[in-house]
C-alpha cells in the first residue's frame, strides 16, 4: 500500500526558511517522479515544483523559482523542499505527490499518490 508522509511545516516569520520533507513507502519510489502542490484556503491547488525520478528534471512553478528547491534521494525514499525568503503569500497545506512518468508535471490530476499535506504558515 503506497504512503507518503509529509514533515517540517510549521510558522515561520516572513524571510525565513522552511525545509520539508516527504517519505514514500509501498511503491518504487526510485522510479516515480515526485511533486510538490499547495493550498491556500478558498484558493485552487497549486503547482509547486517536480523532479522526475532520476533528478535529470525539475520543473518549478514562476512564484517559486529563486526561492525553492526540489530535491530527492532514493536511498531514502525522499523528496524534499527546501523554503527560502518565504513570504505570508506562501501559506498553504503543502502536500507532495507521485505518478510514474515526468510529462505534465504541473498537472495534479495526473498523480496517483498523495501525501495527507503539512501546514505552512507564513507571518508578516
Known amino acids: 500500500q503506497a504512503q507518503l508522509v509529509e514533515s517540517g511545516g510549521g510558522l515561520v516569520q516572513a524571510g525565513g526558511s522552511l525545509r520539508l520533507s516527504c517519505a514514500a513507502s509501498?511503491?518504487?519510489?526510485?522510479?516515480?517522479?515526485m511533486a510538490w502542490f499547495r493550498q491556500a484556503p478558498g484558493k485552487e491547488r497549486e503547482f509547486v515544483a517536480a523532479i522526475s525520478a532520476s533528478s535529470r528534471n525539475i520543473l518549478q512553478a514562476n512564484s517559486v523559482k529563486g526561492r525553492f528547491t526540489i530535491s530527492r534521494d532514493n536511498a531514502k525514499n525522499t523528496v524534499y523542499l527546501q523554503m527560502n525568503s518565504l513570504n505570508p503569500e506562501d501559506t498553504a497545506v503543502y502536500s507532495c505527490?507521485?505518478?510514474?512518468?515526468?510529462?505534465?508535471?504541473?498537472?495534479?490530476?495526473?498523480?496517483?499518490?498523495w501525501g495527507q499535506g503539512t501546514q505552512v504558515t507564513v507571518s508578516s
Open positions: 509501498g511503491f518504487t519510489f526510485s522510479s516515480y517522479s
Open positions: 505527490a507521485a505518478k510514474s512518468i515526468f510529462n505534465s508535471a504541473s498537472n495534479h490530476g495526473l498523480y496517483e499518490y
